[in-house]
């Protein structure tokens, strides 16, 4: 007899004489007990790991991290597609680098021009917002941006004496860049304002408000003499506001920019219309949220369509009739954040296209990559 049969032997006569179940999940003990293996968080600490394979750890969405968790706790978050971590008072992704990100930001549009009584004239068109596009900018992983999204300027009341000219947009701002509010529209013979995009001329002023270079375009002219004084169209993003035509016709507003940031393509920051007296031809939106004049012969000016920086429209007037007619509202603006891949950070309205993940501020809040 061998020795390593009379060593099997002993074996086999240990575990007949062990006490305890013997199963898949136990241990022969040297006390001749089975037992079952217990992996303790001590037992498995302080190990140095020569495994060249992997280490899992838990995974879920977002929704279903721990309802009470304690400092240190890691995991995988399958909806941001990073690994996390609870500091004690939030869940804070893990991600090594920065990262790049394709951005939008439009500003808000301005009010159009009211339509004028004692000076009979139509009211221009307000510009549209600043906007800019920055195809590749970096972003810091676990770093807080404040995204401050422009409101739309308020159109101007139409009255008996030359008053106000529509009011400006507010500027957006966010990833160090500000885009411009736009210029509100003239109202009558009252000059029309500068901005992102500058204000159309009313009937009356020959000349349009200027825009922001990089950002937009001027204002259109409106008309010096009769019959109708139609007033000239906002600046849009894209184009300079239309001028007035032949003492008839109002201008139209600028064209937008056209882009697909948001999973479809989209114009944003066009110029309102001017507005007429009597009888005139009034001015149209452009393409960009922006709004038309006000009915011929006596009408508010449209406002312009919100979330796209787009100008109101002049208002319209009826040859001395009381009340004047008055611009329509600029448009609020927005800010459009997208990047390749799964989510990595919060804040806005979060949705996904193309392999892209976009976020959309159509208010103020923070970025969070």
Not at 35 to 50: G, R, Y
């Amino acid at each position: 007899i061998t020795t390593a049969k009379i060593a099997d032997a002993n074996v086999t006569l240990a575990k007949l004489a062990a006490t305890g179940t013997r199963s898949a999940t136990t241990f022969l003990a040297g006390d001749d007990t089975f037992k079952t293996v217990a992996v303790t968080p001590t037992a498995v600490s302080d190990q140095a790991n020569s495994s060249t394979g992997y280490f899992d750890l838990p995974a879920g969405t977002t929704a279903e991290r721990p309802g009470s968790p304690g400092v240190g706790m890691q995991r995988f978050n399958t909806t941001l597609g990073n690994m996390e971590y609870y500091n004690g008072a939030a869940w804070v992704s893990v991600t090594a680098s920065p990262y790049l990100i394709e951005s939008l930001f439009v500003a808000g549009g301005a009010g159009g021009g009211g339509g004028g009584v004692a000076d009979s004239n139509g009211g221009g068109g307000g510009g549209a917002g600043g906007l800019i596009y920055t195809a590749s900018g970096l972003v810091n992983p676990l770093t807080a941006y404040s995204i401050v999204v422009g409101g739309g300027g308020a159109g101007a009341a139409g009255g008996g004496a030359p008053i106000s000219s529509g009011t400006n947009g507010s500027n957006t701002t966010g990833f160090g860049n500000t885009v411009i509010g736009g210029g509100g529209g003239g109202t009558g013979s009252t000059n029309p304002v500068s901005g992102g995009s500058g204000g159309g001329a009313g009937g009356n002023p020959s000349g349009g408000a200027a825009g922001t270079a990089g950002q937009g375009n001027a204002g259109g002219a409106g008309a010096t003499v009769g019959p109708y004084y139609p007033g000239g169209g906002g600046g849009g993003a894209g184009s300079v506001g239309g001028s007035q035509s032949s003492n008839a016709t109002a201008g139209n507003g600028g064209s937008g920019l056209q882009y697909a940031i948001s999973g479809s393509n989209a114009y944003y920051a066009g110029g309102g219309g001017g507005g007429t007296d009597r009888g005139g031809t009034v001015g149209t939106g452009g393409a960009g949220g922006g709004g038309s004049g006000g009915t011929s012969g006596g009408g508010n000016g449209v406002s312009a369509t919100a979330n796209t920086g787009g100008g109101g429209g002049g208002g319209s007037n009826q040859q001395y009739t009381v009340p004047a007619y008055a611009g329509g509202n600029g448009g609020s603006g927005i800010l459009i954040v997208r990047y390749l891949g799964l989510q990595k950070a919060t804040g806005g309205t979060v949705t996904s296209s193309g392999g892209y993940t976009i976020h959309a501020f159509t208010s103020s809040g923070t970025f969070t990559a």
